[in-house]
């Protein structure tokens, strides 16, 4: 989990409102994810930013949004827009050589009231 | 389009037996692998990888993979399992062609389970 840091680590929210999970990287990476993990489903990918100012939907974007203004933070906004958003959220981030590897912060967990 | 198959949800192993986790993947061009471990609510960490060379790869906590092209396979393996290696294993590929760095691709995982 070094130099990845998330927040906070349990989220309670009620139906109809929009929620924000922080992730902040020290560790230079050029990359940032965020995956949704559910029980027998493994990890999917939300979005993913390469550099600073842009980022891409993966396969799961509905219902979610993201920002990248600083290369350390990838912020990302749960909105009602999302229909099944309890869940395990992982941020990871990772350097540009596609052979590096991805590392992984503590995850969040959001659950919907 | 890439993807990982994990075949078993749960492998069971006594400890002190050797383990064996299953992973096979599809990817159109040459495939970078990968091995993550997860303990209840943490976030995964790093085994190990597969970029080139070697076929048997050895990584963190006495784990090692066999790369197997013609069967594009990428079981983990140990010789002597631990009840502290009880976690959820995660396998994953990333396609070697294309530009940036966009996401791996995961498994559904598999539950380890080491009995004492």
């Known amino acids: 989990d070094g130099g990845i840091t998330q927040s906070p680590k349990y989220l309670f929210r009620k139906e109809g409102q929009n929620v924000t999970l922080s992730c902040e990287q020290n560790?230079?990476?050029?990359?940032m994810y965020w995956y949704r993990q559910d029980p027998g489903q493994g990890l999917r990918l939300i979005y993913y930013?390469?550099?600073?100012?842009?980022?891409q939907k993966g396969d799961i974007a509905e219902g979610y949004s993201v920002s990248r203004e600083k290369k350390e933070s990838f912020p990302l906004t749960v909105t009602s827009a999302q229909k099944n958003p309890t869940a395990f959220y992982l941020c990871?981030?990772?350097?540009?050589?596609?052979?590096?590897?991805?590392?992984f912060g503590p995850g969040t967990r959001l659950t919907v009231l | 389009a890439q993807s990982v198959a994990q075949p078993e949800d749960q492998v069971n192993v006594a400890e002190g037996n050797p383990l064996t986790v299953k992973c096979t993947y599809s990817?159109?061009?040459?495939?970078?692998l990968f091995w993550y471990v997860q303990y209840p609510n943490r976030g995964l960490q790093f085994l190990l990888k597969?970029?080139?060379?070697?076929?048997l790869v050895k990584g963190s906590y006495g784990f090692e993979a066999e790369f197997n092209k013609s069967q594009t396979s990428f079981h983990l393996k140990k010789p002597s399992a631990l009840v502290s290696d009880s976690a959820l294993y995660f396998c994953?590929?990333?396609?070697?062609?294309?530009?940036?760095?966009?996401?791996?691709?995961f498994g559904k995982g598999t539950h380890l389970i080491i009995q004492p």
């Open positions: 990871a981030s990772s350097m540009w050589d596609r052979g590096y590897g991805v590392f």
């Open positions: 560790l230079n990476h050029d990359a």
């Open positions: 930013s390469q550099i600073v100012n842009d980022f």
């Open positions: 990817v159109s061009g040459n495939p970078y």
């Open positions: 597969y970029i080139t060379g070697d076929n």
């Open positions: 994953a590929v990333r396609d070697y062609s294309g530009g940036g760095a966009d996401g791996l691709t």
